[in-house]
């Protein structure tokens, strides 16, 4: 037998754990859950915007959904499979079989990020549902860039969670740790310095989308989107050398 034919391809791997993972993600008890968050995250965001003519909505949108929970989140939960994985030893298996630990680590990356995006975009619909009906969100491309920003940050941060839990299984506390203490303070600093955080070139983004007849530079500059992109390829690259070469202890927190 030829030794190629044991060597499943990058795309073999990618779409065994994808599968694994959408699988997960279209039960009943998943859809009822996500059906719930949409449920809750509408109400309270059509209620606070209701009950201040609509002057809470960005806010509320943007600084404390956008900016603060989608890359807690991410971050908290980007590397759980990975590290779930580890923990129980049902990684060995596929630790063991005759493929790159890259392909892994990436298909890791993408089932994970796929829950992550299924979360935001089930919030962010229902955002969107409020602002239209409020009148703070004046038409579906200024919805459809909020939509944009908000999986930007999804992508990117479960890449940082990614390449945080490839070296420690301590991953949440250190990506609080991370996100509280780098993500935040570097993004305030008044100096280019900030551009290596992804909050600080994602921010006046989301700001721009308070005002959408001043937005029409911002959007349209490519900097901030490739800033992102590069701050999560070098995460993803720095983490996937880790796990790649880390010798791990399967069935424990090692």
């Known amino acids: 037998m030829k030794t190629e034919n044991l060597n499943p391809g990058w795309g073999g791997v990618l779409r065994g754990l994808m599968f694994m993972r959408i699988r997960e993600l279209v039960t009943a008890s998943t859809i009822t859950r996500m059906a719930i968050l949409f449920g809750v995250v509408f109400g309270l965001t059509l209620f606070i915007g209701a009950k201040t003519n609509g002057k809470a909505f960005w806010p509320v949108a943007s600084n404390f959904f956008a900016l603060g929970f989608v890359p807690f989140y991410c971050i908290v939960k980007g590397a759980e499979s990975m590290r779930t994985e580890l923990r129980d030893g049902t990684i060995e298996y596929l630790w063991t079989r005759p493929t790159r630990k890259a392909r892994l680590f990436l298909g890791f990356y993408l089932s994970s990020l796929a829950s992550a995006l299924l979360v935001t975009f089930t919030c962010v619909v229902a ?11 004046e038409s579906l491309a200024q919805a459809a860039v909020y939509g944009l920003g908000c999986g930007a940050l999804a992508i990117s941060f479960c890449a940082l969670s990614m390449t945080i839990g490839s070296f420690t299984s301590k991953y949440i506390v250190m990506g609080i740790v991370y996100h509280a203490f780098v993500e935040r303070v570097v993004s305030q600093l008044p100096t280019s310095v900030r551009h290596f ?14 005002d959408p007849s001043s937005s029409a530079g911002y959007v349209a500059s490519l900097q901030p989107a490739i800033n992102i992109g590069l701050i999560a390829a070098v995460a993803l690259a720095i983490g996937g050398l880790a796990f790649t070469w880390k010798n791990y202890a399967f069935g424990s927190d090692k």
């Open 127 to 137: 955002i969107v549902a409020t602002g239209l009906i409020v009148g703070e969100i």
């Open 197 to 210: 955080s992804i909050l600080g070139n994602i921010k006046p983004y989301f700001e721009s989308l308070q």
